[in-house]
């Protein structure tokens, strides 16, 4: 039997608009992991700068959420790099973190000036109180979590705060939930308890009393 196949002919993963737009979502996903995957290295080697690594970053974990939000039969983006075969571990710790390295580490980046403080401030305020108002779903708390993470980051001696890697962890918690997805009343309550300490611990460093 004579086959009717070209070799020339390009072999086409799809056959209708939905299997086109499906698979360039998929391509669209695996490109940001690989491209996440060399910018991390590439900025552990210092072969990028930190003020061209954090707006990159940034946009390729924003682009990574969009995405990730419209691919269909994925459930996680573990799921999704084995399946794929994918080895880049760097890009999975910076998408399970969700903010830049600048701001998981501190960026030691210039003084405290009294503008960072009242936003800071502003910003511990704003999230206790979201947990006071009960509000449990992550699309309520990993927004407001992040902007506080990111304004802590500022500080000069940050990443040695007790306060930051505890509210780094559960930024990575609310990270890797859906957008539906609520914490229990115990975490509630643990969440709470760690963000006041690391508020009074804010304080405590700027005045330069770093004691319990």
């Known amino acids: 039997m004579t ?4 070799l020339d002919e390009e072999v086409r993963l799809y056959t209708s608009n939905a299997d086109r737009e499906k698979y360039n979502l998929l391509s669209t996903l695996f490109g940001i992991v690989v491209s996440l995957d060399y910018l991390e290295r590439a900025y552990v080697r210092d072969s990028v700068t930190a003020a061209e690594y ?3 970053c940034t946009r390729l974990l924003s682009q ?3 995405i990730f939000k419209l691919v269909d039969g994925v459930s996680s983006i573990e799921e999704f790099m ?17 903010v830049p390295a600048t701001v998981e580490h501190s960026s030691e980046a210039g003084p405290e000036t009294g503008k960072w403080v009242a936003e800071t401030t502003q910003s511990f305020i704003t ?3 979201a947990l006071k108002l009960r509000m449990r779903a992550k699309d309520q708390l990993h927004p407001i979590l992040q902007d506080l993470v990111t304004g802590y980051a ?15 962890g559960w930024l990575i918690t609310l990270n890797g939930m859906k957008a539906s997805e609520e914490i ?9 308890f760690d963000v006041d300490h690391a508020y009074a611990e804010f ?4 005045s330069g009393k770093n004691g319990p």
């Open 82 to 98: 084995s399946r794929y075969r994918m080895d880049n571990p760097w890009a999975l710790h910076r998408l399970k973190v969700g």
């Open 154 to 168: 500022r500080f000069k001696g940050s990443k040695d705060w007790e306060g930051r890697s505890r509210m780094v």
């Open 64 to 66: 990574y959420k969009t």
């Open 184 to 192: 229990t009343e115990e975490q509630s309550r643990q969440l709470l």
């Open 3 to 6: 086959s009717t196949i070209s």
């Open 127 to 129: 999230f206790m109180d």
């Open 54 to 56: 954090s707006p990159a």
């Open 203 to 206: 304080f405590r460093s700027l």
